[in-house]
C-alpha cells in the first residue's frame, strides 16, 4: 500500500510529521533472553517486568503498522558464533561470572542463532520484514541498516524496544547523525531501571529536541486512524 498523506502525532517537543511512504517502524532487540523470566537479563538480577510492560503496546502498534502497510524493521544485538566481531573489552567487562559466549539460561549468551538470542514471539518478524543483526549497542554500527533505509526511500523513524538508555538511545543518537527524524513512543521502550527510563527520554527530547521526539503508542495510533 502506498499512502502520499502525512500524518501528523501529538508528541515532545512539538508536533511530529511523517508520510507514510518514507516512514519504517524500528523495533529494537526485543529479544528472549532480554525479556522472558529465566532469561539472561533476569540471570543477572533484573526485573524483567520492567521490560515486560512494552510488549502489548509494541504489539498493538506493530498490528496497526502492519495492517497499513507500513515498513517495519527488526533488530537483535548478538555475535556471530566464533566471536570474531566481539571486542575483548566488551567480553570482560562487568567482571561477571558468566559473559558473552557463555552457556545460558536459552543456549549461549548473545550469540546469534540461539534461543535466547531470538525476538520474542509475540512480535517475531513476518518473513518479509528484515532483521538488522547487530554486534554493538547501535543499530547502525557494523550492520546494513543505513544501506536498507537508503534503499527503501526512509527520512523518518519510529524507535521503539529495549533498553531506552542503552540501544534505543545509541541507535536514535546514530540515527538523528545520519539525518533521520526519530520518534520514541515512551510506552513502547523501557529499562531495568525506572530512573534512565525516565532520563533516557529526557534525553531525547531536550533542547528543543536534540535527538527526536518523545510520544506514546496512544498518540501515535490515534494519528493513524
Not at 517495519?72 to 559473559?99: F, Q
Not at 534503499?151 to 540515527?175: D, F, H, M, Y
Not at 527530547?205 to 495510533?221: E, P, T
Request: with cysteine.
Amino acid at each position: 500500500m502506498s499512502s502520499k498523506r502525512t500524518i501528523t502525532v501529538d508528541a515532545e517537543p512539538y508536533v511530529y510529521e511523517f508520510e507514510p511512504d518514507h516512514c519504517a517502524l524500528l523495533i529494537i532487540d526485543m529479544q528472549r533472553d532480554f525479556l522472558e523470566p529465566g532469561g539472561f537479563g533476569e540471570m543477572l538480577g533484573n526485573d524483567v517486568s520492567q521490560l515486560r510492560r512494552t510488549i502489548e503496546p509494541n504489539r498493538q502498534l506493530l498490528g496497526a503498522w502492519r495492517a497499513a502497510g507500513f515498513k517495519v524493521i527488526h533488530t537483535r544485538e548478538g555475535h556471530r558464533s566464533d566471536m570474531t566481531d566481539l571486542p575483548p573489552a566488551k567480553k570482560i567487562r562487568g567482571r561477571s561470572k558468566t559473559t558473552i559466549g557463555d552457556p545460558g539460561p536459552m543456549g549461549r549468551i548473545l550469540i546469534r542463532g540461539e534461543a535466547g538470542h531470538d525476538i520474542i514471539p509475540e512480535l517475531y518478524p513476518l518473513p518479509a520484514e528484515p532483521v538488522i543483526d547487530k554486534p554493538g549497542k547501535g543499530a547502525f554500527f557494523a550492520t546494513d541498516l543505513h544501506a536498507i533505509l537508503q534503499n527503501l526511500g526512509i527520512q523518518k523513524l519510529i524507535v521503539s524496544g529495549v533498553t531506552t538508555e542503552v540501544c534505543v538511545n545509541t541507535t536514535v543518537r546514530e540515527a538523528n547523525d545520519r539525518g533521520y527524524d526519530c520518534l520514541v513512543p515512551a510506552d513502547c521502550v523501557g529499562s531495568y531501571f525506572p530512573e534512565f527510563q525516565e532520563m533516557g527520554l529526557k534525553m531525547i527530547k531536550a533542547q528543543g529536541g536534540i535527538f527526536g521526539w518523545v510520544s506514546d503508542s496512544a498518540r501515535i495510533l490515534a494519528a493513524m486512524g
